[in-house]
């Protein structure tokens, strides 16, 4: 587990404005009833850019804009969000918009349209509302106070309870180097990618297809290692955006410094994550399931996400109930190669099963344990050297109701 050490730091005021020449800005533009519903984020210079997308076959008009600004021009200088509207299964008119979206959103800023990504999130199968987004977009003013990366959080949310804000500082070429970032999710979590943004920002100098590559590798063990109810949206991605003006030499997998930039963007990325998890629609507890002794690490993390995504895994924990007969159940379904009678699973510090059979354990201290906000789960496989991590959430009676009445 990654942890704060002498090259990384945790910045206190989260801010993903806070790397050198980005600003951000939100405000209420009418896509909404009330609550803010329209998001910029500016670099003052073009960004080199990477992004990873949902993997439905369904996807939103959005992601075909933005995914030809990370893969075509390969540089990115601003990013229009709005919420309360996917703009998703809206046909020609919808990707009409959507190139709307981003040649206002350049029109104002004074840069090229290829310059600027585009990102939608809300109900599904709607028309935008046009008139109070293009409206909206001329008031924005982007700025790299507090309050803008505040009012940026706020206007991409949904049905986040909360903001998910995180940024660390690391040292590049002996110059201090700023990764922050922002994200929305609460439901419909189940990656690869789904119904959440991460964006995160940072002044390193690097080229995109090398910032692709460790996006790629980080996401697979952050943001792909999370669910809340095993849906996967249509819209959703992660965008970094890396402007170079830390001034560091280009960072390359053979720089000195380069796992100082991977591990910290790694920690931000993760952050944003178990927030997201945290915040699953309804959500009263934080799920963390940990698998070691897998014949590989892709074999582990497959078991993990399978029981943190099991509905009565989680209802389970949402009760405090140490039925670990679910756990061991998800274990077997998940597709992954084990021997049943090597297992060995712990809730908490309390072993309950060795090598596949019951243990004596305290069911009253174990339930005291799940009462906690965050609880975690060891699954010891004693087959090879392969682990892996996945986060969750408990699944509650208002997660139900939320759903139930989302359009309403």
């Known amino acids: ?9 945790r910045i206190t005021y989260k801010n993903i404005a806070s790397p050198k020449g980005f600003k951000a800005t939100g405000i209420h533009c009418g896509v909404k009833h009330k609550k803010k519903d329209l998001a910029l984020l500016t670099s003052e210079v073009p960004a080199s850019v990477a992004g990873v997308f949902s993997t439905n076959a369904v996807q939103g008009a959005p992601l075909v804009v933005t995914k030809e600004v990370v893969y075509t021009t390969q540089k990115m200088q601003a990013l229009i969000v709005s919420s309360g509207i996917a703009n998703s299964c809206t046909g020609k008119q919808g990707l009409i918009d959507a190139y709307t979206m981003q040649e206002k959103t350049a ?16 109900v599904i199968g709607e028309m935008m509302k046009m008139e109070p987004v293009l409206s909206g977009i001329k008031k924005l003013e982007p700025t790299d106070e507090l309050e803008g990366a505040i009012n940026f959080s706020q206007a991409i949310m949904t049905t986040d309870t909360v903001t998910k804000d995180t940024s660390y ?9 700023i990764i922050a970032g922002t994200a929305k999710g609460s439901g419909m979590i189940e990656p690869n990618m789904a119904t959440m943004f991460a964006f995160i920002t940072t002044d390193a100098s690097i080229e995109s297809n090398y910032l692709q590559s460790a996006l790629k590798s980080i996401t697979d063990v952050t943001f792909n290692a999370i669910t809340v109810d095993g849906d996967t949206s249509t819209n959703d991605m992660v965008v970094v955006m890396a402007n170079g003006l830390a001034e560091n030499n280009p960072l390359t997998p053979l720089h000195p410094d380069w796992d100082n930039f991977v ?19 309804g959500a009263t507890k934080l799920i963390e399931v940990e698998v ?32 670990w007969g679910r756990v061991i159940c998800a274990v077997g379904y998940s597709g992954a190669t084990i021997d049943p009678n090597a297992i060995k699973i712990s809730i908490g510090p309390t072993p309950v099963v060795e090598n596949g059979e ?13 009462k906690q906000a965050e609880v975690k789960f060891l699954i010891e496989l004693n087959q090879g050297n392969g682990q892996g991590t996945a986060w969750g959430c408990d699944l509650t009676y208002d997660y139900v109701q939320i759903n139930a009445t989302y359009r309403s």
């Open 1 to 9: 587990m990654l942890t704060e050490t002498m090259t990384m730091k």
């Open 107 to 122: 029109e104002k800023l004074g840069i090229a349209p290829g310059l600027v990504g585009v990102a939608s999130t809300g």
């Open 169 to 177: 500082k690391t040292v590049i070429d002996g110059k201090e180097v």
């Open 263 to 281: 591990q910290t963007l790694h920690t931000v990325s993760l952050d944003l994550a178990k927030m997201i998890a945290k915040d699953g629609e």
């Open 292 to 323: 070691r002794g897998a014949l590989s690490d892709e074999e582990a993390r497959k078991i993990a996400k399978t029981v943190v995504g099991s509905p009565l895994v989680k209802t389970a924990v949402f009760g405090s109930d140490a039925n």
């Open 358 to 370: 019951p243990v004596l354990f305290s069911e009253e201290e174990t339930m005291l344990y799940l």
